[in-house]
């Protein structure tokens, strides 16, 4: 095999509509699953908890086929991939095809849970590999992008679930995971580096990971707690747009605002991070965080829910690709994909399980309201380990 690069303006764009597929696939399964479970006749606390599971199963998944990938560098990541995209459109299928209670419910959100959400680190992964060769494939703009295309498909399925009722969602869902596969079986094969990288030096456990990086591991604890915050903004926000006089079209619009805000971010990052560093973002994101869950808190009506939505841009936009680089520069080279997953597994990962069966809960007691409370005081939790993690850091070298 040749070990050319392939055409860097290729790269840049394919991954760019790598990354646009993926979030457009992700907005159709994401942003009325807490509307798609609760029609389907589960309560809010059955919703959580079954989004929860969803997001249990890419926390099993993830270490799993991060590990699988550094053990085996020649399998290109494009396949890994695109298999396991392959078996959530199955499942997608068969959710949609066939109507089934709790337990079948369950073991569908496992597997697309399990593959779906496990497939991001590692195409973050095949940028990465890139990246680390000199290519100036420019991620932050693509998640930016991405970030723009969640916006868009969240105003067609707010024009969709209106005309033709939430269940069409998933129509559109397994349609846009179909074109995501394509989109990444046909991604070039990154030919050289990350093979000599771990031929000279194996990758690390996990453990070892955590244990000889002790700032990494409390900033991944403000991470999951900062998340376990900030998704049930998105993941359960029709509840919130529902308490302040909207309806579940009204989601489609707020959804657009906040995931279009995102797109700045992409723009603004690069000057951000060489000004303060990738734990200094992670602080900040998880404070706009906070902002956000308070704006949302004293929001008297569906107006100030939109006005709060442009905190996005700072906070769980900011988080994204703040933390890909923060792995990068923390992990060594050769656990860099490993990295990712603990990454991912920290945040939306067990964030996404914390939040999603807290905000269930908080919402069958006592509504939106103690919902965004909650949210609230994981950000401030949050916030004081980010701190903690910085003045670890503070005066040691990154790890290589």
């Not at 926390?59 to 995209?85: E, K």
């Not at 597997?111 to 420019?138: C, H, K, N, T, W």
């Not at 939109?306 to 906070?315: E, K, N, R, Y």
Request: net charge positive.
């Amino acid at each position: 095999m040749s070990s050319a690069l392939p055409d860097a303006r290729r790269l840049d764009y394919h991954y760019i509509a790598m990354q646009t597929g993926f979030w457009a696939m992700f907005a159709a399964v994401c942003a009325y699953q807490a509307a798609l479970l609760t029609a389907r006749g589960f309560t809010n606390g059955e919703a959580g908890m079954l989004i929860a599971v969803r997001c249990l199963a890419g926390i099993v998944c993830q270490p799993a086929l991060g590990s699988f990938a550094d053990r085996h560098p020649g399998i290109p990541l494009r396949r890994i991939v695109s298999l396991s995209l392959v078996l959530s459109l199955a499942a997608s299928l068969v959710f949609l095809l066939f109507p089934m209670g709790m337990a079948g419910t369950v073991a569908v959100l496992v597997v697309m849970g399990g593959f779906e959400i496990s497939s991001y680190p590692l195409m973050d992964a095949m940028a990465i590999q890139f990246i680390s060769l000199g290519v100036p494939i420019r991620y932050s703009l693509g998640r930016g992008i991405g970030s723009f295309s969640y916006a868009v498909v969240c105003i067609f399925l707010g024009l969709q679930v209106t005309r033709f009722g939430v269940e069409s969602t998933l129509i559109t869902h397994a349609l846009l995971v179909a074109l995501e596969i394509a989109l990444v079986a046909t991604y070039p094969f990154c030919p050289a580096g990350p093979k000599v990288a771990h031929e000279a030096r194996k990758p690390h456990s996990v453990f070892w990971l955590l244990r000889q990086n002790p700032a990494f591991t409390v900033m991944l604890l403000a991470i999951l707690l900062g998340i376990t915050g900030c998704l049930p903004m998105s993941n359960f926000l029709v509840n919130v747009v529902v308490s302040r006089g909207g309806t579940e079209g009204s989601l489609g619009a707020a959804l657009f605002l906040m995931a279009a805000f995102e797109l700045p971010t992409a723009f603004l990052f690069q000057r951000l991070y060489r000004r303060l560093g990738g734990g200094r973002l992670l602080l900040v994101s998880i404070l706009f965080c906070f902002g956000k869950a308070l704006a949302l808190f004293l929001a008297p009506d569906l107006f100030w829910v939109f006005l709060a939505q442009p905190l996005q841009m700072l906070g769980y936009g900011l988080f994204t690709p703040t933390s890909v680089y923060y792995v990068n520069e923390s992990v060594p080279e050769e656990d860099r994909i490993k990295g990712q997953t603990v990454m991912m597994v920290a945040s939306n990962g067990l964030g996404g399980v914390l939040g999603s069966l807290l905000a269930g809960r908080a919402l069958d007691l006592g509504g939106a309201n103690l919902m965004l409370a909650c949210c609230m005081v994981c950000c401030i939790l949050a916030a004081g380990l980010a701190l903690a993690s910085l003045r670890m850091s503070r005066g040691t070298a990154p790890v290589r």
